[in-house]
């Protein structure tokens, strides 16, 4: 305990400076306690109120995708330029240094692989081991339409609710089956229905028709999935339409890991991303890496 003998009494108090109370810099999000505004300001840049996150999270339904066959050989390069990584719990323990200091978004709904029915899963992590993991955020998996669109959307509300408990965001991710139409109509419904449920941030796929009317009609932010691969510059494109449209960021995997050289793909997404740079100036920047990386 201090000695109270020889303090100094008081006296910068300031009464001519009000306390200045900052807004939360992203959207739908002031409410929230500490813990979780933190959380979502290390997922979220807060200068640009935009991320770049990778993910490589697939093999928990579908294997060693091509570009993930040896993480510790594909992904570590790219994890110094990514703002945040998107992965399981396997993957984390066994593959990504304690030292390493990204803020994780751990996959935490599971239970179908691609030979059977994707809606049919469950929460497939506990809220302690989230804990445990010191993880910036959960991914679940919403299949709205789908065969088990209901149980999807539990799975969701209840890490929503275990999540703020601990002030742990929940991220839902948008899942488009074989027959659904990927339009703007289907992912306004599909956004809201998360936001209105209780995600804190939602991931989803870009349209180039009506894009801007999802994020509009989504009160907390909206991530766009980067989906199959693509040509550099269309990916590219994709991202900046995006963001130009309303979306906090990207959560790129097979777009950035199946590049002919990833570690400039994902330096051209974040230019697009935090610098507002154009897809052309963009592929250009993504060009010039690349052949320096190869010389």
């Known amino acids: 305990m201090p000695d109270a003998e020889g303090l100094k009494e008081a006296k910068q108090f300031y009464t001519d400076v009000p306390q200045k109370t900052e807004g939360f810099f992203l959207k739908g999000s002031n409410a929230y306690d500490w813990g979780m505004k933190n959380r979502l300001a290390r997922i979220f840049n807060p200068e640009t109120g935009r991320t770049v996150m990778l993910a490589f ?30 992965l399981t719990r396997g993957i984390l323990r066994t593959i990504i240094p304690p030292s ?13 692989s691609i030979l059977k029915e994707l809606s049919n899963e469950e ?3 506990d809220i302690e081991d989230a804990i445990r993991l010191n993880v910036c955020a959960m991914a679940v998996q919403v299949f709205i339409g789908g065969e088990f669109e209901k149980q999807s959307i539990i799975n969701m509300t209840r890490m929503v609710d275990l999540g703020t408990r601990y002030g742990i965001p929940t991220l839902a991710v948008t899942a488009v089956g074989k027959q659904m139409a990927r339009d703007a109509r289907y992912f306004r419904l599909a956004t809201r229905i998360c936001a209105e449920l209780g995600a804190h941030y939602i991931k989803t796929y870009y349209v180039e028709d009506g894009f801007e009317t999802v994020t509009a009609a989504c009160p907390v932010p909206i991530v766009i999935a980067g989906g199959k691969k693509i040509p550099e510059l269309d990916a590219l494109k994709m991202a900046y339409n995006a963001v130009q449209q309303g979306a906090s960021g990207v959560d790129m995997g097979r777009n950035i890991f199946q590049s002919e050289a990833p570690v400039a793909m994902i330096q051209a997404v974040r230019a697009v991303v935090h ?3 154009t897809p052309e100036k963009a592929y250009e920047l993504y060009q010039t890496l690349k052949n320096e990386m190869g010389k």
């Open 275 to 277: 610098e507002n740079e």
């Open 123 to 125: 929460i497939a992590v």
């Open 100 to 112: 390493v200091t990204k803020p994780i978004v751990v996959r935490a709904s599971g239970g179908s």
């Open 57 to 86: 999270d697939h093999g928990y339904f579908q294997g060693p995708t091509t570009g993930l066959e040896r993480i510790d050989i594909s992904i570590m390069p790219l994890v110094p330029y990514a703002d945040t990584l998107m």
